[in-house]
């Protein structure tokens, strides 16, 4: 878990703790940018989306819209909500793609039913576990957002929320009223025996039960190297192959297979390589 010394929601409520100079942070520390980068890559990979196909997605707690990028990237369309008004200033000024609200996420989601095929949240969610004001429930707030949000959900969409948990209880907090709002799923931790690299990614169903996606860090570890970034170089390397056929390539095959394991898709055993004739099909 997370160290409990110098976490931000200790420090101050979020609409407070997310000032201007805070703000700022997010448009211009590289380093910070590409972290919120790759967590909004692995969010969105564990959402399971069709592929080329443009969605509809919210992002809780998107802030300045580094995780929206993501989403333009990808040639998705998406509805930001975040509770500090200088992050949003900052988005603005960024002139993001999506939609910018607003909003407390503890005290709901104000969609109508099945607006989203899907919902990601980056850095976010465990800010509703502390009681910031006399009123404040975590219980109560965090059961109101789940249960809005699973009605603001399209049916057999996913909602992935990259998350800090600062002990068990939190985690247990979390899933439980997730679970209690409708919500099936579990917690995909990457890179497990990493102080640094591992991260909590919270996948949840909603109204259809999937397999729990795998996290990452086992399969290359035997090999010496980070899953992150095997991911990340498979993913360059395509996009400097200008001029030239990447689909079903072998690489574009054995990089798509593996993007679909760690989704918790079935994959067939690789045939096209082996010396047989047999085509692989997905």
């Known amino acids: 878990m997370s160290s409990s010394s110098r976490r931000p929601e200790h420090t101050a409520p979020p609409e407070l703790f997310y000032n201007e100079a805070e703000a700022r942070k ?9 972290i919120q980068s790759q967590m909004s890559e692995r969010a969105v990979e564990l959402l399971n989306l069709p592929e080329d196909q443009p969605c509809l997605l919210l992002d809780v707690g998107c802030g300045s819209g580094l995780s929206g990028d993501h989403l333009s990237e990808q040639g998705h369309c998406w509805v930001g909500v ?3 008004p200088a992050m949003l200033e900052v988005a603005l000024d960024r002139e993001v793609e999506g939609d910018l609200i607003l909003g407390d996420m503890g005290q709901g989601i104000p969609f109508r039913p099945g607006t989203f095929e899907g ?21 109560r707030r ?14 057999g969409s996913r909602a992935v ?14 899933t439980s009223q997730a679970m209690k709002a409708g919500f099936t799923g579990g917690m995909v931790v990457d890179y497990p025996n990493s102080t640094k690299a591992k991260k909590f990614f919270l996948c949840l169903f ?14 290359t570890v035997e090999r010496g190297v980070s899953n992150q970034a095997l991911f990340t170089g498979e993913r360059s390397r395509f996009r400097q192959m200008k001029g ?14 593996e ?20 085509k692989t099909r997905f």
């Not at 929320?161 to 979390?174: A, G």
């Open 119 to 139: 919902c990601i949240s980056i850095s976010a969610l465990q800010w509703l576990c502390n009681a910031d004001k006399k009123s404040h429930s975590p219980p």
């Open 244 to 257: 030239k056929s990447v689909k079903k390539s072998k690489d574009w095959i054995v990089e798509k297979k």
């Open 82 to 84: 975040d509770i500090s």
């Open 26 to 34: 997010y448009s211009q520390n590289s380093r910070m940018i590409e």
């Open 161 to 174: 929320f990259q998350l800090y948990p600062e002990n068990s209880d939190q985690v247990e907090l979390i």
């Open 206 to 219: 909603s109204g259809i039960s999937g397999a729990l996606p795998k996290g990452l860090g086992s399969e």
């Open 142 to 155: 965090l059961y109101r957002f789940f249960s809005t949000l699973y009605s603001a959900l399209a049916r």
């Open 259 to 278: 993007r679909r394991r760690r989704q918790g898709r079935e994959v067939r055993a690789d045939t096209k390589y082996t010396g047989r004739q047999r």
